[in-house]
């Protein structure tokens, strides 16, 4: 580590802000027209954080306001620790995503430990509390046990995590391909829930007012790790474990109940609260100073706990060290705030002060260390307007779809359901507490999970979901799908899609062809979630996703939450019986590019992605959801990876309700991926009506059985086999490739 004693001459002449992710540009800019003279040793890191693309959104801005962000239940949009929709009765949900992709990469068990706690405090600063988690999960091929320990030591993680702090893990979604082999994503999703008139924002306004550090002592672990989060991914960087932070949910408990007593019970003393999350102190005070109308804030740092000797203001201030929070306090309230914190043994101490101006001071061991307009490292950080470019692949993409040849339907179908994309991810969830708080009605294993809201008829539905395959082969019509395929969990759950987060996960934006990919992917959603009318009200960017140049598929991981008016309608996949009928919705065409099966058969996707049309998707949702709603609904299950064989025999699973279904589709069909499909079962005595709901956009195939087995004609081949026997072959594939 560098230290302190560097001088503002040697940055310059060493070009040592570039090590810290800083360009050329950027330093001219903070030495020539910010500052006017040149940064000393702390302030450069002071930027460097704070004009990471992780604080700054410095190359993603101008594609996120491109983002669809508001609608009529819209309380607090993007900008905040979280986003909040009013669901009624005086009570709103808030969640976000977050990404801790790099973090997870050098160290699985911390990193993905501490992407949990670092999106539930975004959650509770908003004055809510926690009630669920949901990972999107993205790994390398299975290939050894080295692959098998890495994923392991993630998950492990999560459930270390979540399991200890009493929030339950409830759902999620896992793939596997060599994409992301060296550079797994590691993406958290958080839900809460809160009364609207006890909102809370970062803000540090008012004159005088207080600025109170609360939690755990500031060490020097992920120091400067908003910057490594931002940078290429190399092998270099392989052992750059100092760059992560060590979790601990005890202490996060503790901070949690804290800082909610005092949002809820003193109200009148709380000005303001921000996670230290990304860049630590700098990011959360000078975002909350700038936040408030670029207010002056001084901070004295030898007043903040410190947990080893010798701290630099440069580490004290880059430190990203968990279980911390930011409040500010009314003056003359301090001792009432300090008390609260103290009945919960949580540490906290006042630090500095709300002042005059719009400077950031910062004084250590009597000295001014730093002293800079607030405003210039948090809403004045350089926003970068990049190069589009359609890449190579995608103009001399092949029109013809794959056309695989299916000609042993049993083995196909059994090799389909061992691909570790398509196996029960059971082993994973079961590590997962989900039921702790006794929300949970729906857990993981179906499309969406479902947590009732307590002192109402009414339930939350909640899913993650993209392809990354999808998106490589056309990127907006990808974004499309991905929003789109959210939605249709959430409506086959019973819900109406009300919002959504997200984490965009893409390579370097830098390179023409890779900001293609993130601007059309996102102009995508839009499409979707403007006629779904579901908003993007918070979310986080994980740009830089390579490993030695190669970047991952572009991923945009959604996080969609949607409310259930009445709890009646929580609906499930699984068949729930005998000699119920099943219908398809939708039409199935050759739609194979992209697609589990083309990737089982010739080990890559490719070619140009099959059409999709998003009005025949909003219309079939609104049907299922009407269907539903009026009672006529067993069953209902989103075709999705896979396609119709996986998602009739997934129906059958859960009971091991065995069916007869003919369809005039052929064998390879059967493993098509067109959208906009759900498998739907209705009792006899709802036939009626159910089809008048539906039209002609669901077809009867056939019906659930007595005899535990699946027979299936199509219109070139026959299948039969025991429901039991290819649960087992789909719920052991995936232990059994992790031995």
């Known amino acids: 580590m560098i230290k302190q004693a560097v001088s503002p001459q040697e940055i310059k002449d060493r070009k040592l802000y570039a090590n810290m992710g800083l360009t050329d540009h950027e330093y001219d800019l903070i030495a020539n027209q910010v500052l006017k003279r040149k940064p000393n040793y702390t302030e450069i890191g002071l930027y460097s954080g704070m004009w990471s693309e992780h604080c700054s959104y410095k190359n993603s801005k101008p594609v996120l306001k491109k983002f669809y962000s508001k609608s009529s239940r819209v309380v607090q949009g993007p900008g905040e620790g979280a986003g909040i929709i009013d669901i009624g009765d005086g009570k709103g949900i808030v969640f976000k995503a977050e990404s801790h992709n790099h973090p997870s990469a050098v160290e699985p068990f911390q990193g993905a430990t501490t992407g949990v706690g670092g999106i539930l405090r975004d959650i509770f600063s908003m004055g809510a509390q926690p009630i669920a988690c949901l990972d999107s999960l993205r790994f390398g091929e299975i290939k050894n046990q080295n692959d098998s320990y890495f994923i392991s030591q993630i998950v492990a993680g999560i459930s270390a995590y979540g399991n200890c702090i009493g929030v339950p893990t ?7 391909d060599d994409a992301y082999s060296k ?76 800082c909610l007593e005092v949002i ?11 996670d230290m999350g990304a860049a630590g102190l700098v990011s959360s005070s000078a975002e909350m100073g700038s936040k408030a109308g670029g207010n002056g804030m001084t901070l004295d740092l030898d007043l903040v ?28 309230h301090e001792q009432e705030i300090l008390d609260v914190f103290d009945d919960f043994g949580v540490q906290a101490a006042v630090i500095g002060h709300v002042t005059e101006g719009s400077n950031y001071k910062l004084i250590h061991h009597g000295e001014v260390v730093a002293d800079v307009p607030v405003d210039s490292l948090a809403s004045d950080a350089p926003v970068y307007h990049r190069e589009s470019q359609v890449p190579d692949r ?62 109402t008829n009414k339930a939350l539905a909640m899913t993650t979901d993209v392809n990354g395959r999808y998106l490589y082969l056309d990127p907006r019509v990808g974004g499309q799908m991905a929003v789109a395929e959210a939605a249709r969990n959430v409506v086959a759950s019973g819900g109406l899609p009300v919002g959504i987060t997200d984490c965009l996960n893409f390579g370097n934006p830098e390179k023409p062809d890779q900001f293609y990919e993130l601007d059309q992917a996102v102009m995508g959603m839009t499409d979707a979630c403007k006629l779904f009318d579901t908003p ?13 140049g190669q970047a991952i598929y572009p991923t945009p991981m959604v996080g969609m939450v949607g409310l ?53 998707e909003f219309s079939n949702q609104n049907k299922v959801r009407t269907a539903i709603e009026a009672g006529t609904v067993q069953s209902a299950h989103d075709l999705a990876e896979g396609g119709l064989m996986v998602g009739l025999l997934e129906s059958g699973f859960g009971h091991e309700v065995g069916f007869d279904v003919t369809v005039n589709l052929t064998a390879s069909q059967m493993f098509a991926e067109t959208q906009s499909r759900f498998v739907v079962s209705v009792s006899k005595k709802q036939q009626s009506a159910f089809e008048k709901i539906m039209g002609n956009a669901a077809t009867l195939v056939g019906q659930t059985t007595s005899d535990g087995m699946v027979n299936i ?27």
């Open 536 to 548: 993007v009200i918070s979310g986080n960017v994980s740009l830089n996703n390579e490993f030695d």
């Open 183 to 258: 550079n797994p994503l590691v993406n958290v999703m958080c839900v809460g829930l809160m009364d609207l008139d006890k909102i809370k924002v970062g803000k540090a306004a008012g004159v005088g007012n207080s600025i109170i550090y609360v939690g755990a002592s500031t060490g020097r672990d992920g120091i400067n790790g908003a910057s490594f989060a931002s940078s290429q991914f190399d092998s270099e960087h392989e052992s750059q474990r100092s760059a992560v932070q060590v979790g601990d949910p005890f202490t996060e408990k503790l901070v949690m109940d804290a």
């Open 305 to 332: 706990p410190q947990r080893e000797s010798g701290m630099t203001p440069f580490e004290i201030m880059l430190s990203e060290s968990q279980e911390r929070m930011l409040l500010c306090v009314r003056a003359g």
């Open 713 to 739: 004609t199509t219109s070139d081949n026959q299948l039969k086999l025991s429901i039991k026997d290819a649960k087992k072959t789909w719920k052991g594939a995936l232990e059994c490739q992790m031995k």
């Open 264 to 274: 809820n019970n003193h109200p009148d003393a709380l000005v303001g609260i921000q």
């Open 564 to 616: 259930i008016e009445k709890l009646e309608y929580i609906t499930t996949q699984d068949f729930k019986g005998t000699d119920d009928l099943i219908y398809i919705v939708g039409k199935t065409g050759n739609d194979f590019n992209g697609s589990e099966i083309q990737k089982m058969l010739t080990g890559k996707v490719s070619g140009k992605l099959f059409d999709f049309n998003l009005d025949t």
């Open 394 to 455: 995608l103009l001399h993409a092949s029109n013809e779809q794959f056309d695989p040849q299916v000609k042993d339907l049993e083995a196909t179908t059994n090799k389909m359901l061992a691909q570790p994309t398509i196996a029960s991810k059971h082993s994973i969830y079961e590590t997962y507490d989900t039921q702790v708080q006794t929300n949970t009605v729906v857990a993981p294993g179906s499309d969406a999970a479902v947590l009732r809201v307590r002192g």
């Open 170 to 176: 409830v759902g999620g979604d896992v793939a596997f």
